[in-house]
């Protein structure tokens, strides 16, 4: 993928889209590619995490270890980020993420991902609707659960 397709596609997710194209170059050109093939582990739940990952192509399934064994809660696909809890929280993964198809990711360092939000506090308020978006679906997977239960 070209440095202009990169561009593009960051231009594309809604948590850059207010940022000046001089800082999504500096982005695509200063952050790494990572490739994972079908079933490998782009990270483990519990594992410390110091990075997130832009999925540029491919999909991937999140889940959760439970005593009743790893239960799938999302799947992430293009233009997803990923791996941000651990770095917002300076907590261990909350989950783990499996490819499920081959994934081309871009790797943001934490400090990079600091620096952006820092400099562009509209990005802040966008990790902030989709972690809000995130919580609303995993409570509205709650109460189904737990009503079926009942």
Same mark, same amino acid.
């Given at each position: 993928?070209?440095?202009?397709?990169?561009?593009?596609?960051?231009?594309?997710?809604?948590?850059?889209?207010?940022?000046?194209?001089?800082?999504?170059? !500096?982005?695509?050109?200063?952050?790494?590619? !990572?490739?994972?093939?079908?079933?490998?582990?782009?990270?483990?739940?519990?594992?410390?995490?110091?990075?997130?990952?832009?999925?540029?192509?491919?999909?991937?399934?999140?889940?959760?270890?439970?005593?009743?064994?790893?239960?799938?809660? #999302?799947?992430?696909?293009k233009n997803?980020?990923?791996?941000?809890?651990a770095i917002?929280?300076?907590?261990?993964?909350?989950?783990?993420?499996?490819?499920?198809?081959?994934?081309?990711?871009?790797?943001?360092?934490?400090?990079?991902?600091?620096? !952006?939000?820092?400099?562009?506090?509209?990005?802040?308020?966008?990790?902030?609707?989709?972690?809000?978006?995130?919580?609303?679906?995993?409570?509205?997977? !709650?109460?189904?659960?737990?009503? #079926?239960?009942?």
């Amino acid at each position: 993928m070209s440095l202009n397709e990169e561009l593009e596609l960051l231009r594309n997710i809604p948590l850059f889209s207010n940022v000046e194209p001089s800082q999504l170059k !500096l982005l695509a050109f200063t952050s790494d590619r !990572l490739t994972f093939a079908p079933g490998q582990e782009l990270f483990h739940q519990g594992d410390s995490g110091d990075t997130a990952y832009i999925i540029m192509d491919g999909e991937a399934d999140v889940t959760v270890g439970t005593p009743a064994g790893e239960i799938s809660v #999302a799947k992430v696909s293009k233009n997803d980020l990923i791996g941000e809890i651990a770095i917002l929280c300076d907590v261990p993964r909350t989950a783990t993420v499996k490819a499920i198809s081959e994934v081309t990711t871009l790797v943001i360092t934490k400090d990079l991902f600091f620096r !952006l939000v820092a400099d562009f506090p509209q990005m802040g308020i966008e990790i902030m609707r989709e972690l809000a978006r995130r919580l609303e679906r995993t409570t509205a997977q !709650l109460c189904e659960a737990l009503s #079926a239960q009942g």
